[in-house]
Structures are given as structure tokens and as C-alpha cells.
């Protein structure tokens, strides 16, 4: 019997990831999960991935990416806000973190294709030249906040959720799978700032106002 070609899933405790894993086992890949820690205060989402990867067993690593995501997403973040400028804090975290930096540990590990549980769609065009696309989801897609993905990575990249049309067909597969985390509600705001008060947190880093004199009340 052929040996199974592994992927790396990111793994966020979430619906959309964990579903993802089960998927990938009925593509027949052997799936190893890794939950990378951004913040440091999400143990409860690194708990649900757990108790899914055991229950699906798969081994799951743990990956501090802290240091990392302050310098390269959250420093970026209080800077553009500072210079009157709108960041898309997720775009970094995708190009760097979610995509650089878990390719870069799936390698470390021999494995040479890396997925999440985003909403978007990868393909070769007619010179061969991989390619990010919409996915079937249309109230979902993701591909928005994907574009920066370094190019040398896409042919590695697997996005399992790319072919259904809705969230309602995610959850009921993770029903049906008795995942532990079935009913876990989406989460909408940014990670580092789960109370959306963005102004309480740009105070916290010491960001009070606009450097341009226009943009001061």
C-alpha cells in the first residue's frame, strides 16, 4: 500500500478547520494539526483543537508564533493607525504567519502541503502558474484577505471548504462527525482585539492620535 501523502492543517478550534481535517482524511491524506499561538490567552481554542485531532486521530502541535505576530501584524497595525492609515490586520497575519511561517514549520517537519479552513479556491491557469480564486461560498469567500500569500507557496496550499456553498454544509458535517466543537459559534472580530474596541486598544499601546495635524480633532 502507497504511504499516504501528509498535509499540514492549521487548526484554529474552530468549525471550518476542524471539518477541514475530516475532509482531508476522506481525500486520504494523513493530516497533522498545529494550532499556532498568536496571543498567548487562547488556550480554550487550542483545547478545541485538541479534543478534535484526538478524537479524529491526528497528532497536533503547538507552534508560539508570538513574537512573530506582535512584530509583523500588530506593530504594522498601531503604525498605519498612527499615520491616519486603515490596516487589514489579517492580510498580514495570512502572508507572514498563517501561510510563511506554517510552511516553513510544515517543511521543518517533511511535510510538503500545508491547508486551512479558509473559504477560497487555488488552481493552475493555462501557463501553469498557480493561481488564488474565489471559492463556491459566495457569502463566505475569503480570497479577499488571501491575495498576499507568498506566490512559491500556492502550489503548496489546500483549501478543503473550497467547494461548498455555505456554512450550513460545514456544520452539518461536523454533526455528523460528532466533532466536539459542532455548535461553536463563528468568531467575527479581529483575534488580538476580541472586544472590537479598538480605540481602548491603540490607547493601551500608547497611540493616542494621528501624527497629520488634518486628522487631529
Known amino acids: 500500500m502507497p504511504e499516504k501523502e501528509k498535509v499540514l492543517l492549521g487548526m484554529s478550534g474552530g468549525v471550518d478547520s476542524s471539518v ?5 482524511q476522506r481525500q486520504g491524506y494523513e493530516v497533522v494539526g498545529v494550532t499556532i499561538d ?8 487550542t483545547e478545541d483543537a485538541k479534543r478534535v485531532c484526538e478524537k479524529l486521530g491526528i497528532p497536533h502541535y503547538h507552534y508560539d508564533a508570538k513574537q512573530e505576530f506582535q512584530a509583523k501584524v500588530v506593530a504594522p497595525f498601531v503604525t498605519c493607525y498612527q499615520n491616519c492609515l486603515t490596516p487589514n490586520p489579517c492580510v498580514e497575519c495570512n502572508r507572514y504567519l498563517k501561510f510563511g511561517k ?36 459566495t457569502t463566505k469567500d475569503q480570497s479577499y484577505v488571501l491575495y498576499s500569500i507568498p506566490r512559491e507557496v500556492l502550489p503548496h496550499v489546500i483549501f478543503p471548504l473550497e467547494g461548498y456553498p455555505n456554512k450550513e454544509e460545514i456544520r452539518k458535517i461536523a454533526a455528523e462527525e460528532k466533532l466536539p466543537i459542532a455548535q461553536k459559534p463563528d468568531s467575527q472580530d479581529i483575534c488580538f482585539i ?3 474596541d479598538y480605540a481602548k486598544f491603540l490607547e493601551k499601546m500608547g497611540q493616542k492620535s494621528c501624527k497629520r495635524k488634518h486628522c487631529e480633532p
Open 38 to 45: 498568536f496571543t498567548g490567552d487562547k488556550q480554550k481554542e
Open 102 to 137: 506554517m510552511y516553513e514549520f510544515a517543511q521543518s517537519l517533511g511535510i510538503d502541503k500545508i491547508a486551512t479552513g479558509h473559504y477560497a479556491k487555488i488552481e493552475p491557469n493555462e501557463a501553469g502558474e498557480y493561481c488564488l480564486l474565489k471559492s463556491a461560498a
Open 20 to 24: 477541514s481535517a475530516v475532509l482531508l
Open 194 to 196: 476580541p472586544d472590537g
